[in-house]
């Protein structure tokens, strides 16, 4: 009862569903369905934010780099250790073209860098936006610490295309020393190694940024029934072209222009996702509360 007589509503207001992001927006596919497996009373899912766009931004990284180890530093994975290993098993054999040294450092400093993603993880993953901001930037500093050491290194990949290599000193030119091969290698594997931890703690569905054997398994095995099956769908279509992207885009650089060019737009990618996480993590949203 009110002082005028009236009657007050003490009831609290319902909590508000997360803000359904534009038509454009690729987060859109991530967007929690309205009252999707929520029971009477219980608080609407808080959705993913900024997340799904910059782990999208991660996984274009990965198709460049990969691009970069593939192609200019002798077939070592730095993302995907799965087919690492397979290789350190060719070149232990003596099969040519494959660089044992380079497989060790690139699974060493994958190894340390999910060592370091961890810890990342252990101390901030109770929050999102602080913990992707902590993990760009980790992965920007390692990133652009490989680029300085590759165009430092004077050597041919600095300022041709390893097709221009392979045309004029023969198709197994290198394209960095030995030694700069495996430090770059170490140093990329790093960077993935955290990013591989941060996108498995932040569990974002579909957006695992490194590896897409499960996503493409799913493409093929789950149903497609109902408007979220079409969504799912599509957000896992959307991971595989933006991986895709990257490693045309990538593949092209180290090709006619140089890997240096493929490093250099690995760390302008990270660097736009290193600000919009440092934005995310300025404004409180329920998103950041990781469940």
């Given amino acids: 009862m009110t002082s005028d007589g009236g009657t007050s509503d003490s009831t609290p207001a319902p909590p508000r569903p997360a803000a359904r992001p534009g038509r454009w927006r690729p987060a859109r596919l991530w967007h929690p369905a309205p009252d999707a497996g929520q029971r009477p009373g219980q608080a609407p899912a808080p959705g993913w934010g900024p997340l799904p766009e910059l782990l999208l931004g991660l996984t274009i990284v990965t198709g460049l780099v990969d691009a970069v180890s593939i192609l200019a530093l002798g077939r070592v994975f730095v993302a995907n250790m799965t087919g690492n290993v397979v290789f350190a098993g060719f070149a232990i054999v003596g099969a040519p073209g494959f660089s044992l040294s380079s497989s060790l450092f690139a699974l060493a400093g994958f190894l340390v860098g999910a060592v370091l993603g961890g810890m990342l993880a252990t101390r901030l993953g109770h929050d999102r936006a602080e913990h992707l901001r902590a993990v ?34 023969g198709a197994t030119a290198p394209a960095f020393s030995t030694a700069v091969t495996d430090v770059l290698a170490l140093l990329l594997a790093t960077a993935m ?27 093929g095995a789950d149903p497609r029934t109902g408007r979220r099956g079409h969504v799912t769908l599509g957000r896992r279509l959307l991971a595989v072209a933006t991986m895709l992207g990257g490693a ?41 509360a990781a469940g």
């Avoid at 996108?199 to 490194?210: E, F, G, Q, Y």
């Avoid at 990538?250 to 222009?257: A, E, R, S």
């Fill in 136 to 169: 760009t930037a980790a992965e920007l500093l390692l990133v652009a610490i490989a680029l300085v050491i590759a165009a430092a290194s004077g050597d041919p990949a600095v300022s041709h295309g390893t097709q221009h290599l392979a045309a004029t000193h």
């Fill in 248 to 288: 045309i885009l990538g593949g092209w650089l180290v090709l006619q222009v140089s890997a240096v060019a493929a490093v250099a737009l690995a760390v302008f990618v990270l660097l736009v996702t290193t600000v919009g996480a440092v934005a995310a993590a300025r404004a409180p949203a329920p998103w950041r």
């Fill in 193 to 219: 190694g955290i990013q591989n931890a941060a996108a498995r703690k932040l569990a974002v569905p579909d957006l695992t940024t490194t590896v897409l054997t499960m996503t493409l398994t799913g493409i």
